[in-house]
């Protein structure tokens, strides 16, 4: 109980920690910088993750989508169970993509230059930017809502950061689809 009164007193510290630390794992991972000699290698998994994860983002996008719904209809539980859910489900793809990005890098696109310059990469920037962007409201979100019991969370600032967090949650595992789709079926 002490503990989750710490946490419940230092939200904004928590928040800004755990964004940091993520944050410097994905980047760690994708410029290939942290210590991957002892992990496994099986290139079967790894050609599979990217197929993984595109089903793990429309999981996730539903049970974002239907968290959204829950809330608006009064259904604090289920809403609480769904977003819950959802965190997993991008803990799991973001465990998935930095054990693949840090063995082989980034995916390289492999069509037209003029498809990667004018729609992949815009794409692919804002799809990044909105997943940075959304990682401190997620956990604050989290926070607030893990250390509260739920008739105080309405006088915090949860609902708020909630909105945030689910719209660039639902935009950027959207956009990572159309990557994934450009990436491993288009091109």
């Known amino acids: 109980m002490q503990t989750q009164t710490w946490a ?28 991957v000699e002892a992990l496994p290698q099986p290139n079967a998994f790894l ?40 965190f997993g489900l991008f803990a799991l793809f973001l465990a998935l993509y930095l054990y693949r990005v840090a063995l082989l890098g980034p995916s390289e696109f492999a069509g037209p230059e003029v498809v990667y310059t004018y729609a992949y990469l815009p794409i692919l920037f804002v799809h990044i930017a909105l997943a940075i962007v959304c990682v401190p409201f997620v956990f604050y979100a989290l ?36 990557i994934y789709a450009l990436l491993y079926h288009v091109y």
């Open 47 to 86: 050609t599979a993750i990217p197929h993984v994860n595109a089903v793990i983002s429309l999981l996730a996008i539903g049970t974002i989508a239907l968290g959204v719904r829950s809330i608006r209809r009064g259904n604090v539980e289920r809403h609480r169970r769904l977003m819950v859910s959802s």
């Open 143 to 178: 926070l607030v809502a893990g250390t509260r019991p739920v008739a105080d969370i309405y006088e915090t600032a949860h609902r708020k950061a909630g909105r945030i967090a689910a719209s660039l949650w639902l935009i950027s595992f959207s956009m990572g689809l159309i």
């Open 8 to 35: 419940r007193e230092h939200v904004p510290a928590l928040t800004a920690l755990l964004t940091a630390v993520s944050l410097a794992l994905v980047f760690g991972a994708v410029l290939q910088l942290l210590p």
